[in-house]
């Protein structure tokens, strides 16, 4: 889904895009997917050929758990503010230390604005460090690989070197 810059003749547009998971997830599966739809409603301002996306993407995510690698919903909401500028405006200046502003700049080519890129980028960047399908997750079993929140694991909570087991029948004797 584009977001055509020839069209946009007014200093500033609103955007209100529905984006199909279907559009969002072309290829296989990545750290996530998208559910259904994401929303996009955007202010679009535009200063010559800069143009300034203002507003907000949301959605939900079908994410796997760290923990125990089950699937679950994640709901995003991420608040936008980003500068695109034309690529010919792109330098590479060579090595420069990264400001705060840098880090909301982007660049378009061909008078377009991939809004699903957009979209895609703005959910990576929203993502926790450890997606956790519950702050109470246990996890996997080390030892048997079951899911410690389905059912009771029958293996020792405690792992034993088997190296040290001789060692360790010497000190009971």
Same mark, same amino acid.
């Given at each position: /889904? ?16 529905a ?7 072309p ?9 259904? =739809? ?6 679009? $301002?535009?200063?010559? =050929?800069?143009? $300034?996306?203002?507003?907000?993407v ?8 760290? $923990? ?8 995003v ?23 705060? *502003? ?5 660049y ?11 979209? /895609? ?7 926790? /460090? ?6 109470e !997750?246990? +996890?996997? !079993?080390?030892?048997?690989? +079951?899911n ?5 694991? *029958? !293996? ?5 070197? *088997?190296?040290? /087991? ?8």
């Amino acid at each position: /889904m584009k977001l055509e810059l020839r069209e946009i003749k007014k200093e500033q547009v609103w955007v209100k895009r529905a984006l199909s998971g279907a559009e969002l997830n072309p290829g296989g599966l990545g750290q996530y997917r998208v559910a259904d =739809t994401a929303s996009l409603d955007l202010v679009v $301002r535009k200063d010559g =050929t800069k143009y $300034r996306l203002v507003g907000r993407v949301d959605g939900k995510l079908h994410v796997e758990c760290s $923990r125990c690698l089950d699937l679950f919903q994640l709901v995003v909401g991420v608040d936008i503010d980003l500068l695109y500028l034309p690529l010919s405006e792109n330098k590479g200046d060579g090595d420069i230390q990264i400001e705060e *502003p840098d880090l909301r700049t982007a660049y378009y080519r061909d008078n377009q604005i991939d809004l699903g890129q957009l979209v /895609m980028e703005q959910f990576q960047l929203a993502l926790p /460090m450890k997606l956790l399908c519950r702050d109470e !997750c246990q +996890g996997l !079993c080390a030892v048997c690989g +079951g899911n410690r929140n389905t059912e009771a694991c *029958p !293996c020792a909570e405690v792992w034993q070197d *088997p190296r040290l /087991m001789g060692l360790k029948r010497l000190l009971e004797q």
